[in-house]
């Protein structure tokens, strides 16, 4: 392995996800915090393999750079680091666990992580996106390689809102809620059984839904008492630690797309 | 009696995928047949097996009972893990993250595109020719909603101009990077045959034929020389013999054209 860096925002969404696992590998990676509400994921030196920073789909994630390679995809990256560490139990060793936490992941960042980044970035991103100036905006914007991850920039810049994608996303939000509160049901105290990269990615994108949409949780007391647990687990505590802002789950970049078709 | 029984349409984009995951391996299975264009997926008999009516589904019976897996990305790396056999997942830990970028690559952005034009001109056209009372009442016994809106769009040819055209912009950028990395390695994320190689080869088996401006000998030398490989692996030709309509018959055409 050549010389790693992990560059990451805040500890919310994505960059929870994979600080968080980095955390509990216990590898000594070198974390570097940058600005992704300034371009700055955009402008990584050193880079000679850059398509999945340039073609991610997750939107403004960390991104893992090494012997030249942008790594991309919080998920796979949280798997990855488990991986090289040897297997630190982040995923379950038996085939059909292992399908059943890949499942719930893929629900998680193709259902919920689009629907949570558009309400954070609407209530926490918009106004300081809206507020830099067209030239620098351009500049800003044209650095990013993907049309679509750019679309997301400039509709968030653009402060049209849809209210039926809104609407959507608030319905995703509860849905992702139930789905927590029926898998906590039978009182197993982390989503899969043994705690996980699900606990980490749905705690990732869901804990900053309590202050944005609290009908979510209010009736979901399970859920509730899961994301305090999940925040109270020594890599979680360390990932939120990095935070320079005094609520990291408050801060949100542009995320993903919310599914094209079908 | 085999323990696995895979419910599939034709050795093409998902359905494919466990189909050629399973055949590579060397794991015996029961093949059951679910006509897409009839709407079977739908029907109550396999919702039983898969109440969310998609394709395609896996049961794997053992000690445990009977266990229903769905997703076909997901069935295939849990068929690598179960069974024994050639590993289809790269030893080295970078490689395994490439492999899994490349399969959601192709899984959430390029193959939606993809499939968008496949249906636009293939399965939509096909299925209007049926009865529209028909088709209305097959539409509302699908039980996702998204795969509702998803049907009926294609159904009513409803795509816009402008989702044609970024699906026409998706496809040619995710053909020109394909181009790229294999270039830089043997195949799709490693140099060693993979489950990224099965997925994206589901999707793109026959780009010589459907989007011939975009990939060819001269255009895309390396997907050209990438498809050949896997064209030539037994059991891709297992897979591809297992099809039923005139999609397999590419097969043939595109090996006479790249071989």
């Not at chain 1, 800003?140 to 390689?145: C, K, P, S």
């Not at chain 1, 991850?149 to 809620?177: N, T």
Request: charged share 20%.
């Amino acid at each position: 392995m050549g010389e790693a860096v992990l560059y990451h925002g805040e500890p919310n969404g994505a960059s929870l996800t994979v600080l968080a696992a980095l955390a509990e590998t216990g590898l000594d990676i070198s974390c570097r915090p940058i600005e992704l509400l300034a371009g700055a994921r955009h402008h990584l030196p050193g880079l000679a393999e850059p398509i999945a920073l340039d073609l991610g789909i997750e939107g403004e994630g960390p991104v893992l750079v090494i012997g030249g390679e942008a790594m991309t995809e919080s998920v796979f990256l949280a798997q990855y680091l488990d991986e090289l560490a040897g297997g630190c139990g982040l995923q379950p060793d038996d085939a059909y666990a292992h399908w059943d936490m890949l499942m719930w992941c893929r629900q998680i960042t193709e259902r919920l992580s689009p629907a949570a980044a558009l309400l954070g970035n609407l209530a926490s991103a918009q106004a300081a996106i809206a507020a830099i100036p067209a030239d620098r905006f351009a500049a800003l914007t044209g650095a990013i390689v993907s049309d679509d991850l750019r679309g997301r920039w400039q509709a968030l810049h653009s402060g049209v809102v849809d209210p039926a994608q809104v609407a959507d996303s608030e319905a995703k939000v509860d849905a992702a809620a139930q789905r927590c509160e029926d898998k906590l049901a039978d009182g197993r105290d982390w989503l899969m059984g043994p705690f996980s990269i699900a606990d980490l990615v749905t705690y990732s994108w869901l804990a900053g839904m309590e202050s944005i949409r609290p009908a979510a949780f209010a009736c979901r007391p399970l859920t509730r008492a899961w994301l305090a647990r999940v925040a109270a687990r020594p890599c979680v505590v360390t990932a939120l630690s990095l935070a320079t802002v005094s609520e990291p789950l408050r801060s949100w970049a542009p995320g993903p797309e919310i599914n094209r078709w079908g | 009696m085999t323990d696995v029984t895979l419910y599939h349409w034709e050795p093409n984009a998902n359905s494919g995928k466990p189909m050629l995951a399973l055949m590579e391996k060397g794991v015996p299975f029961a093949s059951h047949y679910i006509d897409m264009l009839q709407f079977d997926q739908h029907k109550p008999e396999y919702l039983a097996i898969n109440p969310q009516g998609t394709i395609p589904a896996m049961t794997h019976r053992g000690a445990w009972g009977s266990r229903v897996l769905t997703e076909s990305t997901a069935i295939m790396e849990y068929v690598n893990a179960a069974f024994p056999g050639p590993d289809l997942m790269p030893a080295d830990a970078q490689d395994r993250w490439r492999v899994r970028w490349w399969m959601k690559f192709m899984d959430q952005w390029l193959g939606p595109s993809f499939s968008m034009i496949g249906w636009s001109v293939f399965v939509g056209p096909r299925v209007r020719e049926r009865d529209p009372e028909e088709l209305a009442a097959a539409i509302e016994r699908i039980p996702l909603p998204e795969r509702r809106a998803a049907w009926k769009k294609a159904i009513s040819g409803e795509f816009s101009a402008e989702e044609m055209a970024e699906s026409r912009r998706r496809v040619a950028l995710g053909i020109a990077r394909l181009e790229e990395e294999l270039g830089k390695r043997d195949y799709v994320g490693s140099n060693a045959y993979s489950l990224a190689d099965i997925n994206i080869f589901n999707s793109t088996y026959s780009l010589p034929l459907s989007q011939p401006d975009l990939a060819s000998k001269e255009k895309t030398p390396n997907i050209m020389r990438w498809l050949k490989r896997v064209y030539e692996r037994e059991a891709v030709g297992k897979t591809w013999a297992m099809g039923k309509t005139d999609m397999a018959a590419r097969y043939s055409l595109v090996m006479e054209g790249i071989v």
